[in-house]
């Protein structure tokens, strides 16, 4: 009987070590990997002097890099010109706003800014007429919390230009 125990309590910790290094193999490997972050909807509305320039629904893809407590969001945003050219003078930097609620029903807001780059692709797309299509990146340094209290959740995304 004592045999029999013995082998029992070797193959548990056998197999107890086997998992906690799988565990610690898959922790390395999620680390390396980064983190990722996508919202349900996408841009919900536009505000500043040419808010009325693209169309609503414009699809959002994210790319986040780096490590620790603040990550480097990178949000790409396909605008599509509707009907109206009316441009009215640019803003000196453009921004995607993220916000929405945690858990606990608390404000949360992310804000993106549009580099030299883009905010220059943007103003060139201003005049365009309808149907044309432009790429603008929105960039930023945001904590990881927030992104984490965001994630996967339904925001109101605006684009400020």
């Known amino acids: 009987m004592k045999k029999i125990l013995f082998l029992m309590a070797a193959v548990a910790m056998m197999v107890s070590c086997g998992n906690k290094q799988q565990t610690e193999g898959e922790g390395e490997k999620a680390a390396t990997e ?3 972050f996508s919202v349900k909807n996408n841009i919900t509305g536009t505000t500043g002097p040419n808010c009325f320039l693209p169309e609503l629904g414009a699809p959002i893809s994210f790319e986040v890099t780096g490590e620790g407590d ?23 930097t453009s921004e995607l706003w993220i916000s929405g609620r945690d858990d606990d029903n608390k404000d949360v807001e992310v804000k993106l800014v549009a580099d030299e780059e883009n ?28 992104l984490e209290k965001l994630n996967g959740k339904e925001c109101t995304n605006t684009l400020v230009f």
Not at 70 to 92: F, G, N, S
């Open 34 to 36: 980064g983190f990722t």
């Open 70 to 92: 603040m990550l480097d969001v990178a949000a790409t945003v396909k605008i599509k010109h509707c009907d109206k050219t009316e441009v009215k003078e640019a803003r000196e």
């Open 119 to 146: 905010q220059k692709k943007l103003v060139e797309w201003f005049p365009k007429a309808a149907g044309e299509e432009v790429d603008i990146t929105f960039k930023g340094k945001v904590p990881k919390a927030d």
